[in-house]
């Protein structure tokens, strides 16, 4: 009798060991359905989907108050026009070799009517070959032929862009923009060069730019899609029109003559 009841004991274990895992699940399941209902639902908080706050005169004094960049700047046009347009570029990035084509037919629109000021930005954890193109650039620009050579690397970005043999292919621009070639390989890794290029990159950072390219008019950002030569063309005319208001507004009203007197005389 002794050893049915122990058979009959064990046989009745598995059912109560499936019972108990079935209450923990149910238990478990309701515990979860209860914690969810009182928890806030996650939404995407990505910002880059949203569009920014713009509070024109934080933007104005935050332009004013940034680093000056390299001095002296590379720039075209006249240093006393009343607008200035400042792009922040990488010569490796696709937009900014769009955008380059954009801004010479800008340049050649304004000619000394607009202040034109290139700025190194090149972003290096992306581009391989970013910072040495500007060096390139910079290290021409030690020899009046910045412009030269941007146009160079622009207009043959994809020839280059992801070369092992960058360097070799800058010197090939230098030759055919007429270089001093000693000198620009010299120049090229040089303490100067890396200054200039440094100091523009702490002037974008101040102006917290995240990416490229990025350009100011009059110290105002501009959305990639303003990026257009008839959109800017608006954007500069209403600038020089401000300031043209603004210089006759502080010019001193001419005295008539007196009344009676012979203004020929």
């Known amino acids: 009798m002794k050893q049915v009841q122990t058979k ?7 059912l109560a060991i499936i019972g108990l895992v079935l209450v923990a699940a149910i238990a478990g399941g309701w515990w979860f359905y209860s914690s969810s209902k009182t928890q806030p639902v996650k939404t ?62 800008l340049n050649s629109l304004y000619g000394g009517r607009i ?47 992801n070369s092992a043999e960058a360097r070799k292919l800058f010197e090939e621009y230098g030759n055919k923009i007429g270089l ?7 120049d090229i890794v040089s303490v100067p060069v890396k200054t200039r290029i440094d100091d523009d990159m702490n002037r974008g950072t101040a102006l917290k730019i995240t990416g490229t390219p990025s350009v100011f008019i009059n110290g105002r950002q501009l959305a990639i899609q303003e990026m257009e030569v008839n959109t800017m063309r608006q954007i500069i005319d209403a600038e020089m029109q401000k300031a043209s208001g603004q210089a006759q507004s502080n010019q001193p009203a001419s005295q008539a003559p007196p009344s009676g007197s012979n203004v020929n005389k």
């Open 180 to 186: 001093d070639m000693a000198k620009f390989q010299t």
């Open 115 to 161: 202040k034109f000021i290139y700025r190194n930005y090149p972003l290096t954890q992306m581009h391989k070959n970013a910072y040495e193109a500007a060096s390139a650039a910079e290290a021409a620009g030690l020899q009046g032929k910045f412009w030269a050579m941007q146009d160079q690397l622009f207009t043959n970005q994809k020839t280059w862009s």
């Open 8 to 14: 009959k004991n064990n046989s009745n274990l598995p």
């Open 44 to 105: 995407n908080t990505n910002t880059a989907n949203k569009k920014p706050s713009y509070d024109p005169a934080a933007a104005q004094a935050l332009y004013a108050g940034a680093p000056a960049g390299a001095q002296p700047a590379n720039m075209l046009g006249a240093p006393s026009a009343t607008v200035t347009v400042e792009e922040f570029a990488d010569f490796q990035c696709p937009t900014c070799a769009t955008v380059h084509t954009k801004m010479k037919e």
